[in-house]
């Protein structure tokens, strides 16, 4: 199932079909007005791990949360949504927290302007900080409650929920400036590690470092997540657990990569990295990066306050780029112009920013389908297709004329070299074509071959030592113009002979 969150002020979920290769509509909640509002949800979704509850959110104040199970028939039911507002509160980001199969939890960013909001200086908008905001859905009441929030020192922009129940510890990693948090409830305490940068970076080196996304892989056995930096580079980060306690935050340099959108880690082994500018790319992840020589970083190496890593980027290592998905999003300035002077006017696009900025041409076609691939023994300089009969659907040869042979081709599950068509293979094509309702022609330099359908062949020779050199065919008539000027008119008469 895919649940989709927009500014029509509906949520939708929809379920693949495999068979069909299509997304079908299976459920479809209004709740709000269309067109992008602060306070319609739609701009934030997040699911409860074990696919129990959704929590759809706005920019500002509103909340829902709906909850999904399954009927009689094993069909998806979804629930009326149930609130979970608070006035003033604009929200940056939400998760579905991992805690097994106790009540479902969401972890929100979220700010209070309440205050700043009636300060006319502007200084309590300074001292406002950003909260981390727990709610969670009590099943039996069936009603959410916020049950914790905590401040938070750096201003954070999105969060990661880490696997909990019996594959992990649980909680939210928060992806702030220049730091990577983790937090749980109960008696677990902050962890911390900064991001590293890179060493001789020729970017502002007061400029904050910040995650933009992240993808998380998990087995029974283990799980990791890859998170990017704004300037491509990706870590892998592993937490060391004890007792489901978080001791400390592994971070390890994976690859570079364009900048994401959003990431998405297959169980096949593949890394789906969705660009917000340029292309869309498919790797295959070669190697988990446990063995090579990239040092690992970890929270509990000691570091100054504000001191943080450094490592060096280097080309794919742990990556083989599998496939690309053109995309020329953002375009920047498009002409419509025949500079190809192809009658048909393109499209050229500016398209991409930065070092992936390209110009891009599009032409009006028809995308085609490869079918069948086969050799040529040399370079051909005319092919033809024919039908056997003319009331055939499909044509039955390919005729492929070379300087000094003529190639015939069957048109099936595969395509083959035939050598019992009726056609002259010695000897180049001038021209092939249906005649009648069930006969061929071949038309060569030396004469012209009338084929009939049961195979028996009426030829005609060039007189003397002149030949054909051009010949124009339809389904009843062949005019030949023969060497010297002179021009012979043949012509189908009712009991299918050429004369």
Known sequence: YAIVGSDSGRVVILEYIPAKNILEKVHQETFGKSGCRRIVPGQYSAIDPKGRAVMIGAIEKQKLVYILNRDSEARLTIS??????????????????DVGYENPMFACLEIDYEEADSDPTGEVAQKTQQTLTFYELDLGLNHVVRKYSEPLEEHANFLISVPGGNDGPSGVLICSENYLTYKNLGDQHDIRCPIPRRRNDLDDPERGMIFICSATH??????????????????????????????????????TVPPATTMCVMKTGFLFVACEFGNHYLYQIAHLGDDDDEPEFSSAMPLEEGDTFFFAPRPLKNLVLVDEMPSYAPILGCQVADLANEDTPQLYLMCGRGPRSSIRVLRHGLEVSEMAVS??????????????????????????????????LSIGDTVEEV?????????????????????????????????????????????????????????????????????????????????
């Open 80 to 97: 009326s949504p149930l609130e979970a507002h608070k006035s003033n509160t604009l929200c940056y980001h939400m998760v579905g927290v």
């Open 218 to 255: 998990r087995t029974k056995s283990m799980y990791f997540f890859l998170v990017q930096t704004e300037q491509g580079d990706i870590f892998k980060v592993t937490l060391e657990t004890d007792d489901d306690v978080v001791s400390e935050i592994k971070l390890k340099y994976f690859d």
């Open 375 to 408: 050799e040529l023994p040399g370079n051909p300089n005319a092919v033809w297709t024919v039908k056997k009969r003319i009331d055939d659907e499909y044509d039955a040869y390919i005729i492929v004329s070379f300087v000094n042979a003529t190639l015939v």
């Open 419 to 499: 050598t019992d068509s009726g056609f002259l293979g010695t000897t180049p094509t001038l021209s092939c074509s249906s005649l009648g309702d069930d006969a061929l022609v071949q038309v060569y330099p030396d004469g012209i071959r009338h084929i009939r359908a049961d195979k028996r062949v009426n030829e005609w020779k060039a007189p003397g030592k002149k030949t054909i050199v051009k010949c124009a065919v339809n389904q009843r008539q062949v005019v030949i113009a023969l060497s010297g000027g002179e021009l012979v008119y043949f012509e189908m008469d009712p009991t299918g002979t050429v004369e």
